[in-house]
Structures are given as C-alpha cells and as structure tokens.
C-alpha cells in the first residue's frame, strides 16, 4: 500500500459544479453531431436506393423503346431536330431539298384550287 499512496495524488476543482456543466454541454454537442450523422447516413442510404430504383426504371424504359422500335414498321419519315447540327450538303441533300420545294409548290396550286373552290361554292349559296 505504500506505493499506492505514493502513486496517488488529488488535484483539486475550484468549481466542480462549472466543469460538470461544460462537460455535459461537450456531451450534448456530441450527441447531436452523432444524431445528425445518422441521419446523414440514412438519408445517404435513401439517395443510393432512390439512385438504382432509377437506373432500373431506365434500363425498362430502354428495354420498352428498343422493342416498340421494333415492332413498329419501318417508315421514311423523320422527325425534324429543332436545333440539329448543321452539315454540309450532299447531291443527295441537294436532290431532297428540290423535292421539297416541289411539293412546296404543289401545295400553294392546292391551296389555290381550294380557295377557288370555296369562292365557287359560296357564290351558289
């Protein structure tokens, strides 16, 4: 026992009261930094599921697209970009456009074809 006694000594708190208080609020703060980890790491947990619930969604979809394009039958018609990349025209670009300002054409003589028709058919009523 006497090298226990030698051993010990005792420091004293001036105000133990004061220490417990900011050991406690310490305690408080690092409960709270726990509680909001946690809730981090739940919410970390809710992101990742929500993230492969939609990597699964869009691998359905790609799925679904892929055999709707295939079931549905081959047609000519496209559908215009509204904001495509421009190239450079080929004989076979230049030939279309031709094409459509044919039809262009055609369409303004049918317009005008029904406009004289209307005229007529309001002058019989």
Do not use: C, W, Y
């Not at 970390?44 to 679904?64: A, M």
């Not at 080929?90 to 054409?105: I, M, N, P, Q, R």
Request: glycine share 4%.
């Amino acid at each position: 026992m006497a090298k226990e006694s030698k051993d010990m000594f005792f420091v004293e708190v001036r105000d133990p009261n004061e220490v417990r208080r900011n050991i406690l609020e310490s305690m408080k703060g690092i409960i709270e930094s726990l509680q909001r980890f946690e809730k981090f790491k739940v919410m970390r947990k809710d992101k990742i599921d929500k993230i492969n619930g939609l990597r699964k969604t869009v691998k359905e979809l790609n799925k679904l697209t892929s055999n709707l394009k295939g079931s549905l039958p081959e047609s000519n018609l496209r559908l215009r970009a509204s904001k495509s990349p421009e190239k450079k025209k080929t004989s076979k670009d230049k030939h279309k456009a031709e094409g459509k300002k044919e039809s262009e054409t055609e369409i303004q003589k049918l317009e005008s074809q029904l406009s004289q028709i209307e005229g007529k058919l309001t002058g019989l009523r």
